[in-house]
Structure formats: structure tokens, C-alpha cells
């Protein structure tokens, strides 16, 4: 065999990089390197164990030591295994030595006293039923070993291998069944979720979105496009191929692509006769595909029976005389291999060689510019989906409408079991789950604080960027996605990916599904899609704020006098229409004028908003306070009869009473006059409600001030003329 002279290559392979954790979870470490040293020393233990040193009458210092390393190494393990978010080295650690631990006592006890198998047939149940068969197997496995060497001592190998192949048996059976029973439950669980949480399930927010042109850039629509490409792409090749079997006038010429990640080069496309096999692989470590990566050159073989008479992509044997190799190279890196051959040996000895490279460049050439098609199709598709959202995202007013579209748009990307979007409070301190889907429909209104260990809690807290767990289940250390409370083995992948605005998370969408759920083109798109409707998001909020600036007053930060006019007649519209009642609570603090006489209307103001939060602090939740005008105030109070009412006012009353106001070094007073009225009992309409609880207010300051009036107290006495003042 002649060979040219070869070139060197040099191989640059990426560095691996690791998906990088949250700080959170670092600290982990030392609780590692600890369970490691437990399971060293109960490996050294074992290696003692098979020796029975505690069998018979042992020396005195294999009494006391045996069972103080076994002592430590038990508590030690129990104590590791007992912390949260352990992971599977520490329960491993805690069940060898439980393992240890019945085995010494068997020792003990000697073999006419109680036996210890039951005790560890109940360990090797546990383990097998609590934890991954690979576990479980790996006990009943090391209880087997301790059972034979027991056995070589007592002499009783029937009963030591009946019991080494009944504990694996065991586990294998319990294994399997606690498997099916976990699919079981998760198909179950899937279809449950469907039926009552499925996507459809939108219209409780209003009309469902629009289906998004998303679904173009989901895994099943690009490996359709990419079959179109692949078959393309086959006939370019086929063509090239042909055409250098022409050229070098070869008996075959074939194309091999590489695939490093299998390590086998597979033929895809071939001139030849029909003994060419047209589903042949070459592993990467045999001639000629080895050579040509190796040293990314020419191969050349004449008269080499060893490799010519047994070529993999024959059917059958074929006499081949001379073969031909040539890298087809792309941006410097070997990406398959040209092959021609031919039945006479000493052949391509002319200019073959030449024209087989050229071919080689144009291979190179032809998918270089299929893969670049690829890539621009796959690019402008997905330019052209995420305008198509981004526009209906523009176009939202309202909270409710982007989540709707934000969720419509992963689903149609990808297929995922439930998702949630989550909403980080001004303060930063807590989040809200304001949409969901799927079984996080269940946790849907609920707060979270940002300082309980979940995961959104950390990607609220923390993430940048979006953040993809494949194998929650693996996770060194495992959270809930989204409450405390959720439950285990709610989702095997979690792709998390924030809404980030201005530097800060206003919130993140969370995406639940099975493992490979989730991919590049996905995380990508999302993040895109995140970016743009937290910007939305934005100013959505922002324009809410504006609109709550608008209906408040600004001094006290109550609802103002028309925001309650608006309120009220809404309040009579629904309790008309649930036939209910509520009653109206009208307050005027006394002698305002005069503490504004004396003490300044800097004071009067300090008065007013000291009034003003005592009246919120003491209101029911869903009761509506605001200022009426100057220092008076109202209260709605939904579902309140006249008692009910007047109950409220007196504690309001005493609050105020109570509460002092304290204004540059001085210490006032402020006391107020209720009046109380109900609807529909006190007038049917607005006005007539208003001046009802506005007369059992003026009957107040006319009986003494700092007192709750109800105005069915008044009847036609109620009315009466000149207000006093104050």
C-alpha cells in the first residue's frame, strides 16, 4: 500500500461547558464530600464484614472497634440523610450502613439464635420501593455478598444462596412494580390534566387567542422541513456523485457523512453498481474513514486483499483493485469522506486524485449551501411567527390578554403539560401565580414569598436568562416549581424563562413537561417572546398606575369623590341583581376648622391622612373607603345590614379616637361622627342613600359629636336645619 505524504490536523474541540446552578444551591458541596467519606468508610467496612469479624469470640479490640466505626459511620449517615434536599449519595451511605448495622447483629447473635434476614429482606423492600431500582439492586446486591460470605463460614451455602438470589429478586420485582405503578399514575395524571386543565381551558379569561403561526417554528414542523431539505439535499449529492464516477471512471464512488456523536460514518449517496449497500456505515475508527479524519488527507490502497476484499458498503464480496479517499472538508473540520474504487489494481495513478478532491470541494461547496438554505428558511420562519406575536402582543391593554397570548405561543412552540406565569410584587418580596395551566391551574391566585426555596422564588430572585432543568427528578437538590405545597414528581423538565424589563424581573413564565420537551430553538424563541411582553407588561402597569393616580385622592391616597360616586352606583347595580344589601358609612372629623385655626393646615393635612389610615386599617377586606371632600369621608360596606354597620363605624370611630395625630413636636386629638345608612332601606338610588347617611351624620354632631347615628334611628325627625360647625 503506497501512502502520500500527510499533513497534520489540528482538532479543536469546544470546551464542555456545564449549565451553571443556582447560588443558592452551591453549599451542597461540603454535604458531598461527606456522604463520600460515609460511603468509604462503609466500603471498608464491608471488606471487614466479609471476614466476620464479630462471628464467634473475636479478639476485644474488633469488638469495641468494629462497632464504634459502625456506630459513627450510622449516625453520621443517618444525620446527612435527615437533612432537605439530600441527595442520592446520602441515602445510599444511610442504607449501607442500615445494611451493616442488621449483618453485625447477625454476626452476634450467631447462627442458632434469631435470624436477621427478615430484617434485611424488610430493608431491601424499603430500598426498592422508596428509591430508583438502580438502588435498590445495589443493596440487595451488597445484602447477597454478606449472606455468601456468611455462609462460607457457617458452612450452610443452601440457606446463603437462597437468600442471595431471593434479595434481588425482591428488589428487581418491587422495582418493576412500583415503576409500572408510577407510570401508571403519571399517564393518568397527564390525562386528568388534559381533560381539566388543558389549554382550551382559556375561555375563563374571555375569548381564547388566536392561534399563533408558532406552531411553524415547533420540533415537528422544522424535522418536516428539514426531511424536505435532506431529500434536496440527497439529489445534489446523488448528482455530484455521478458525475465523479464519470469523471475517474470508478467502479463506485460513494459519500460518507460523519457523525461523531454515534462514531460511525454513514453513506449517503453512491454511483455504483447494486451490490452497494445503500444503508452502510463505517465505524470512525476503520480504514479508509480512520485514516482520512486522522490526518485530514488522501487515502490511497492498491493490491491490499486485507481491507480491499471485506469494504462494509458491499453487499456480499467484491474484488476491489485500488481505493481512493478524500476528505470533504467545511470550514476546516472534516465533515465526511468521497470514496472511489475500482476493480483494477494500480489505478487513479493519473489525475484522479486531483479531480476526486475537486469533487470533494464541491460536496463541501453544495452542503455548505443547503445548510446555510436550512438555516435562512428556519430563520426567516421564525422572524415571520414572532412578528405575527409580536403584533398581537402590541395590541394588548391588559394584563389578562398578554398572558393569554404569551401562553397560546408556547403552547403552539412546544408541547408542555402545565405552565404558570408568575408576577414579583413592587416590593420584591413576594409573587403571585396570575395564569396557569395544567395541573398549575390548582395553584392559580396564590402567594408565594420570595425567600421559600422554589423555583420560581429563583428565577424571580436571580436569572438573567431563560433556565432549562431536564431531569428535576436528578437535580442534586430538589425545590417545588412553584409552591411549598405542590407535591413530588409533578414534572420531569422545567424550562423557566424570566420577564425581564429594565434590568429587573417583573415576573417569568414557567413551562412543565417530560424530559427533551424543550429545546434551543424553544428556549430562544421564548426568551424573545418574554423580552417583548415584559415590555408590555411595563406599560401596561405603568398606565394602571396612572389610572389608579386618577381615582385616588392625593392627600390621603383614598378613592376620590367621583372614583365613589362610580363605585356606589356599581354597588347598587350588583346587589340589585343578587338581591342583596350593603350599608353606607359617612364620617366628618370634628372640629377640623378650629385644628386648622390653630395648628396650621399643615397639621389639618397631617390630620387627614392620619384619619385616613385609621379608617382602611380598621374596614373589612373588600370594604371601599374615600374621601368624600374637605374632612369628610365615606365607606361601602358589601353585604352589610344596619347592625352590621353601625358595628363597623363604632370600631372605626374608636380607632380614630385612639390614634393621635403628632405634628411637628405637638400630640392632637381627632375624633369623628358617624352616620349610617342601608340600601335599600335608606333610598333606592344613589342620591337619596347619600343624603340619608348625610342626615344620621348631621344628627351626630347635633347629639355631641364623636358618636355612630343610624338614619332609620331619625325618621321624619331626622331632617332639621343649620349644621353646626365642625
Known amino acids: 500500500m503506497a501512502e502520500p505524504e500527510t499533513r497534520g490536523r489540528a482538532e479543536d474541540r469546544p470546551a464542555a461547558t456545564g449549565r451553571s446552578r443556582p447560588a443558592a444551591l452551591r453549599d451542597s458541596r461540603r454535604r458531598r464530600r461527606a456522604a463520600e467519606g460515609a460511603l468509604l468508610l462503609a466500603a471498608v467496612l464491608f471488606l471487614a464484614a466479609a471476614f466476620r469479624p464479630l462471628a464467634g469470640h473475636p479478639h476485644w479490640a474488633t469488638r469495641v472497634a468494629f462497632p464504634m466505626l459502625l456506630a459513627f459511620g450510622m449516625g453520621g449517615s443517618a444525620l446527612i440523610a435527615s437533612l432537605k434536599h439530600k441527595g442520592w449519595l446520602e441515602q445510599v451511605a444511610f442504607y449501607c450502613f442500615l445494611l451493616l448495622g442488621f449483618d453485625a447483629l447477625g454476626q452476634i447473635l450467631g447462627p442458632g439464635s434469631w435470624p436477621v434476614w427478615p430484617l434485611v429482606m424488610l430493608l431491601v423492600a424499603g430500598v426498592a420501593t422508596a428509591e430508583t431500582p438502580r438502588i435498590g439492586l445495589g443493596i440487595a446486591g451488597l445484602a447477597s455478598l454478606l449472606a455468601l460470605a456468611d455462609a462460607n463460614l457457617t458452612g450452610r451455602w443452601q440457606q446463603g444462596a437462597a437468600a442471595a438470589l431471593a434479595y434481588p429478586a425482591l428488589a428487581a420485582l418491587l422495582g418493576r412494580a412500583v415503576a409500572d405503578d408510577r407510570r401508571r399514575l403519571e399517564r393518568a395524571l397527564t390525562e386528568v390534566a388534559k381533560m381539566r386543565h388543558g389549554i382550551d381551558q382559556f375561555e375563563e379569561w374571555g375569548e381564547e387567542p388566536k392561534a399563533t403561526d408558532l406552531s411553524q417554528v415547533s420540533e415537528e414542523k422544522r424535522r418536516a422541513r428539514r426531511l424536505d431539505h435532506d431529500s434536496s439535499a440527497a439529489r445534489s449529492l446523488e448528482a455530484i456523485v455521478a458525475l465523479a464516477r464519470r469523471a475517474v471512471s470508478a467502479h463506485t464512488v460513494a459519500y460518507f457523512a460523519v457523525d461523531r456523536d454515534r462514531d460511525l460514518a454513514f453513506l449517503k449517496a453512491a454511483a455504483g453498481p447494486e451490490t452497494v449497500l445503500p444503508d452502510a456505515a463505517i465505524p470512525l475508527g476503520a480504514d479508509p474513514i480512520a485514516f482520512v479524519l486522522d490526518r485530514d488527507t488522501s487515502f ?319 374596614l373589612r377586606r373588600g370594604d371601599v373607603a374615600a374621601r368624600y371632600g374637605g374632612e369628610e369621608f365615606v365607606a361601602i360596606l358589601p353585604g352589610a345590614d344596619e347592625e352590621g354597620g353601625v358595628a363597623q363605624a363604632e370600631r372605626v370611630r374608636r380607632a380614630l379616637a385612639e390614634t393621635p395625630v403628632a405634628f411637628e413636636g405637638a400630640r392632637m386629638a381627632i375624633t369623628a361622627s358617624f352616620g349610617v345608612a342601608v340600601w335599600p332601606e335608606g333610598g333606592e338610588g344613589a342620591p337619596a342613600l347619600v343624603e340619608a347617611a348625610d342626615r344620621a351624620l348631621y344628627a351626630a354632631k347635633q347629639r355631641g359629636r364623636n358618636r355612630v347615628v343610624a338614619a332609620s334611628s331619625l325618621g321624619l325627625a331626622g331632617s332639621g336645619s343649620g349644621e353646626p360647625a365642625g
Open 300 to 618: 490511497y490502497a492498491t493490491a491490499y486483499d486485507r481491507l480491499l476484499q471485506a469494504l462494509p458498503y458491499y453487499r456480499g464480496s467484491v474484488r476491489i483493485g485500488t481505493l481512493l479517499a478524500v476528505p470533504v472538508s467545511a470550514a476546516g473540520v472534516a465533515v465526511g469522506v468521497l470514496v472511489a474504487d475500482q476493480l483494477e489494481v494500480q489505478a487513479f495513478t493519473g489525475r484522479e486524485p486531483e479531480l476526486l478532491e475537486a469533487f470533494a470541494a464541491l460536496l463541501a461547496e453544495s452542503l455548505s449551501h443547503s445548510k446555510a438554505a436550512v438555516s435562512r428558511e428556519e430563520r426567516t420562519v421564525e422572524l415571520g411567527a414572532l412578528a405575527n406575536v409580536s403584533a398581537q402582543l402590541a395590541e394588548q391593554v391588559e394584563r389578562r390578554g398578554v398572558y393569554r397570548l404569551l401562553l397560546r405561543a408556547a403552547h403552539d412552540l412546544v408541547a408542555f403539560e402545565s405552565a404558570a406565569i408568575l408576577r414579583a410584587d413592587e416590593a420584591e418580596t413576594r409573587y403571585t401565580l396570575e395564569a396557569a395551566t395544567g395541573w398549575a391551574r390548582g395553584f392559580k391566585g396564590r402567594e408565594v414569598a420570595l425567600s421559600e426555596r422554589t423555583w420560581g422564588a429563583w428565577v424571580l430572585r436571580s436569572a438573567q436568562e431563560p433556565y432549562l432543568l431536564d431531569d428535576l427528578a436528578g437535580a442534586e437538590q430538589r425545590m417545588p416549581i412553584l409552591a411549598l405545597d405542590e407535591g413530588g414528581r409533578r414534572a420531569q423538565s422545567l424550562l423557566a424563562v424570566p420577564l425581564r424589563s429594565s434590568n429587573t424581573n417583573l415576573g417569568a413564565l414557567m413551562l412543565m413537561g417530560r424530559r427533551g420537551t424543550f429545546d434551543a430553538t424553544a428556549n430562544r424563541v421564548l426568551k424573545i417572546l418574554a423580552n417583548q411582553a415584559a415590555a408590555v407588561l411595563r406599560t401596561i402597569w405603568l398606565v394602571e398606575q396612572r389610572t389608579e393616580l386618577a381615582v385616588r385622592d392625593g392627600l390621603t391616597g383614598l378613592y376620590n369623590r367621583r372614583s365613589f360616586n362610580d363605585l356606589l352606583g356599581r354597588a347598587i347595580a350588583r346587589e340589585e341583581r343578587q338581591s342583596g344589601r350593603f350599608a353606607l358609612m359617612m364620617l366628618d372629623l370634628d372640629h377640623f376648622k378650629k385644628l386648622n385655626d390653630t395648628h396650621g393646615h399643615p397639621a389639618g393635612d397631617e390630620a387627614l391622612r392620619v384619619a385616613s389610615r385609621a379608617i382602611e386599617g380598621n
